[in-house]
């Protein structure tokens, strides 16, 4: 088993998200061009629901980029890893809470491992705007992804 040091993952990047509530609800920004590197700008985007106590993950992406929005409904509980050799912070492990309760981006850089929890007892929603089309243009290409949840010695967990 490997041993993970706490710590700020180089690359990765969690942004509070403001919500600009009035008396007919609340809007929130989830994407802006100038606030994101070009080389992580979305191609695509799609929302997930996530039921209580599920983890989706822990996996990575050798290319693809992760543009995550926590808004809610919903709270999670985000793990990253990271898994670059190369990296000034590899092995370093990161965690953080997002959602209804604490709206958050997070910036997740290709070779940094990610899993997140709903950590609530009601379904909860996340956004993704990765940057690589799922399957590539027209879905015919191999999907990049190491689901690291399909090994059961992974050094990768949730805890």
Not at 5 to 30: H, M, N, S, Y
Not at 102 to 123: E, S
Request: with cysteine; aromatic share 12%; charged share 25%.
């Amino acid at each position: 088993m490997r041993d993970f040091q706490k710590g700020t993952i180089q690359g990765a990047r969690v942004t509070p998200v403001r919500k600009f509530v009035d008396e007919r609800g609340w809007l929130a920004e989830t994407f802006r061009h100038d606030e994101v590197e070009s080389r992580y700008h979305p191609v695509m985007s799609y929302v997930s629901l996530t039921l209580p106590g599920v983890t989706r993950g822990p996996h990575e992406h050798v290319d693809q980029a992760d543009l995550f929005v926590f808004l809610g409904p919903g709270n999670f509980k985000i793990w990253l890893w990271d898994n670059r050799k190369e990296s000034p912070t590899f092995n370093c492990k990161q965690v953080v809470f997002g959602g209804q309760d604490n709206p958050i981006q997070v910036l997740v850089p290709p070779g940094v491992v990610h899993a997140y929890r709903n950590v609530g007892d009601a379904p909860a929603v996340v956004f993704n705007y990765p940057n690589q089309l799922f399957m590539g243009e027209g879905k015919r290409q191999p999907i990049d992804e190491i689901r690291h949840e399909d090994d059961t010695q992974t050094p990768f967990q949730c805890d």
